[in-house]
Protein backbone atom coordinates (compact mmCIF):
# COMPACT_ATOMS: atom_id res chain seq x y z
CA UNK A 1 0.00 0.00 0.00
CA UNK A 2 1.39 2.85 -0.85
CA UNK A 3 1.65 6.13 1.59
CA UNK A 4 2.44 9.67 1.60
CA UNK A 5 5.61 10.83 3.11
CA UNK A 6 3.29 12.83 5.95
CA UNK A 7 0.71 10.31 6.15
CA UNK A 8 0.02 9.58 9.91
CA UNK A 9 1.09 5.88 9.20
CA UNK A 10 4.90 6.61 7.97
CA UNK A 11 4.92 9.61 11.08
CA UNK A 12 4.81 6.49 13.32
CA UNK A 13 6.99 4.28 11.67
CA UNK A 14 9.71 6.90 11.87
CA UNK A 15 8.59 7.97 15.56
CA UNK A 16 8.79 4.38 16.73
CA UNK A 17 11.26 2.56 14.54
CA UNK A 18 14.14 2.90 17.29
CA UNK A 19 12.61 1.46 19.98
CA UNK A 20 9.43 -1.27 18.34
CA UNK A 21 10.77 -4.26 16.48
CA UNK A 22 7.72 -3.87 14.72
CA UNK A 23 8.01 -0.39 13.20
CA UNK A 24 11.77 -1.08 12.80
CA UNK A 25 10.31 -4.01 10.65
CA UNK A 26 8.23 -1.65 8.84
CA UNK A 27 10.16 0.48 7.94
CA UNK A 28 12.55 -1.70 6.41
CA UNK A 29 10.67 -2.53 4.37
CA UNK A 30 8.98 0.86 3.54
CA UNK A 31 12.40 1.62 2.52
CA UNK A 32 13.32 -1.48 0.34
CA UNK A 33 9.47 -1.53 -1.34
CA UNK A 34 8.59 1.86 -0.86
CA UNK A 35 5.06 0.61 -0.13
CA UNK A 36 3.82 -1.46 3.07
CA UNK A 37 1.46 -4.71 2.88
CA UNK A 38 -2.06 -4.25 3.59
CA UNK A 39 -1.59 -6.52 7.09
CA UNK A 40 1.22 -4.12 7.98
CA UNK A 41 -0.79 -0.82 7.21
CA UNK A 42 -3.56 -2.23 9.31
CA UNK A 43 -1.32 -3.10 12.24
CA UNK A 44 0.26 0.28 12.05
CA UNK A 45 -3.10 1.75 12.30
CA UNK A 46 -3.91 -0.33 14.96
CA UNK A 47 -0.37 1.05 16.45
CA UNK A 48 -1.42 4.71 16.37
CA UNK A 49 -3.25 6.38 19.43
CA UNK A 50 -2.34 9.83 21.05
CA UNK A 51 0.23 8.48 23.52
CA UNK A 52 2.09 7.08 20.41
CA UNK A 53 2.35 10.87 18.20
CA UNK A 54 4.90 13.18 19.16
CA UNK A 55 3.84 15.83 22.14
CA UNK A 56 5.15 19.75 21.64
CA UNK A 57 6.33 20.72 24.92
CA UNK A 58 8.00 24.35 25.10
CA UNK A 59 10.34 23.32 28.22
CA UNK A 60 11.84 19.95 26.08
CA UNK A 61 14.29 23.22 24.47
CA UNK A 62 15.28 23.52 28.11
CA UNK A 63 16.19 19.84 28.54
CA UNK A 64 17.61 19.47 24.98
CA UNK A 65 20.16 22.94 25.93
CA UNK A 66 21.24 21.69 29.86
CA UNK A 67 22.24 17.90 27.77
CA UNK A 68 23.91 20.36 25.07
CA UNK A 69 25.90 22.28 28.14
CA UNK A 70 26.90 18.84 29.77
CA UNK A 71 28.02 16.99 26.39
CA UNK A 72 30.35 20.19 25.52
CA UNK A 73 31.52 20.54 28.94
CA UNK A 74 33.42 16.73 28.38
CA UNK A 75 30.49 14.52 29.76
CA UNK A 76 30.61 11.37 27.30
CA UNK A 77 26.99 9.84 29.45
CA UNK A 78 24.67 13.17 30.44
CA UNK A 79 21.79 11.74 32.47
CA UNK A 80 19.76 13.69 34.45
CA UNK A 81 16.72 12.37 37.08
CA UNK A 82 14.12 14.58 36.94
CA UNK A 83 10.70 13.80 39.34
CA UNK A 84 10.48 9.78 38.75
CA UNK A 85 12.17 9.67 35.84
CA UNK A 86 15.52 9.52 33.71
CA UNK A 87 17.03 11.40 31.06
CA UNK A 88 19.94 9.61 29.55
CA UNK A 89 21.45 10.49 26.48
CA UNK A 90 21.22 7.83 23.28
CA UNK A 91 24.41 6.63 22.12
CA UNK A 92 26.66 8.81 19.83
CA UNK A 93 26.74 5.65 17.42
CA UNK A 94 23.41 4.57 17.12
CA UNK A 95 19.96 5.41 15.20
CA UNK A 96 19.02 8.21 17.44
CA UNK A 97 21.93 10.27 18.13
CA UNK A 98 20.79 13.32 19.85
CA UNK A 99 18.03 12.11 21.16
CA UNK A 100 17.25 11.64 24.87
CA UNK A 101 15.50 8.81 26.50
CA UNK A 102 13.29 9.01 29.34
CA UNK A 103 12.58 5.69 31.75
CA UNK A 104 10.79 5.32 34.79
CA UNK A 105 12.35 2.33 36.79
CA UNK A 106 13.99 0.99 33.89
CA UNK A 107 10.57 1.14 31.60
CA UNK A 108 10.82 3.05 28.31
CA UNK A 109 8.62 5.58 27.94
CA UNK A 110 9.63 7.75 25.04
CA UNK A 111 12.52 10.12 23.95
CA UNK A 112 13.19 14.01 23.28
CA UNK A 113 14.34 14.36 19.84
CA UNK A 114 13.47 17.14 17.38
CA UNK A 115 12.19 19.41 19.47
CA UNK A 116 9.17 17.10 20.76
CA UNK A 117 8.26 14.28 23.00
CA UNK A 118 7.67 11.35 21.70
CA UNK A 119 6.23 9.42 24.26
CA UNK A 120 5.94 5.36 23.51
CA UNK A 121 2.69 3.22 23.36
CA UNK A 122 3.29 2.44 27.36
CA UNK A 123 3.54 5.76 28.38
CA UNK A 124 0.46 6.52 30.41
CA UNK A 125 -1.26 9.92 30.65
CA UNK A 126 -0.15 10.72 34.24
CA UNK A 127 3.28 9.98 33.19
CA UNK A 128 3.49 11.97 30.18
CA UNK A 129 1.76 14.86 31.91
CA UNK A 130 4.81 14.50 34.62
CA UNK A 131 7.57 14.43 31.88
CA UNK A 132 5.88 17.77 30.27
CA UNK A 133 6.01 19.24 33.26
CA UNK A 134 9.89 18.51 34.75
CA UNK A 135 10.39 19.76 31.10
CA UNK A 136 8.83 22.36 31.16
CA UNK A 137 11.52 23.70 33.74
CA UNK A 138 14.23 20.86 34.63
CA UNK A 139 16.33 23.20 37.00
CA UNK A 140 13.32 22.85 39.03
CA UNK A 141 13.00 19.73 38.95
CA UNK A 142 16.31 18.89 39.54
CA UNK A 143 16.10 21.02 42.82
CA UNK A 144 12.99 19.00 44.02
CA UNK A 145 15.02 15.82 43.33
CA UNK A 146 18.03 16.91 45.36
CA UNK A 147 15.61 18.43 48.02
CA UNK A 148 13.50 14.86 48.33
CA UNK A 149 16.54 12.29 47.69
CA UNK A 150 19.99 14.29 48.91
CA UNK A 151 21.38 12.88 46.12
CA UNK A 152 22.17 15.31 43.16
CA UNK A 153 20.42 15.08 40.32
CA UNK A 154 22.39 15.12 37.54
CA UNK A 155 25.41 12.64 38.39
CA UNK A 156 23.65 11.18 41.20
CA UNK A 157 26.00 11.12 43.94
CA UNK A 158 25.26 11.98 47.32
CA UNK A 159 25.41 15.67 48.72
CA UNK A 160 27.68 16.42 51.28
CA UNK A 161 29.32 19.79 50.23
CA UNK A 162 26.92 22.38 52.28
CA UNK A 163 26.82 24.64 49.15
CA UNK A 164 25.77 21.49 47.27
CA UNK A 165 23.42 21.04 49.83
CA UNK A 166 21.91 24.32 49.56
CA UNK A 167 21.68 24.33 45.90
CA UNK A 168 20.11 20.40 45.71
CA UNK A 169 22.59 20.28 43.13
CA UNK A 170 26.47 19.31 43.20
CA UNK A 171 28.72 22.47 42.04
CA UNK A 172 30.34 20.55 39.30
CA UNK A 173 27.28 19.50 37.93
CA UNK A 174 25.79 22.86 38.24
CA UNK A 175 28.47 24.55 35.56
CA UNK A 176 28.53 21.34 33.42
CA UNK A 177 24.33 21.37 33.05
CA UNK A 178 23.75 25.25 33.29
CA UNK A 179 21.98 25.50 35.96
Not at 67 to 82: D, Y
Not at 133 to 151: I, L, M, N, W, Y
Request: charged share 20%.
Amino acid sequence: MYLKSNAPEIKWIIANAAFNDFARSCDDYLLKTGTLTQPMFDAVRRGLSPVATPVDVSGVSRVVEAFANATESGLKRPKMFLGDFLFKLAPAAGRNKGAIYVTEEGEYLGKIADGQFHAARECTEAQRAAIVAVCADPKKAAVAFGQETGRCSCCGLELTNPESIANSIGPICVGRYGF
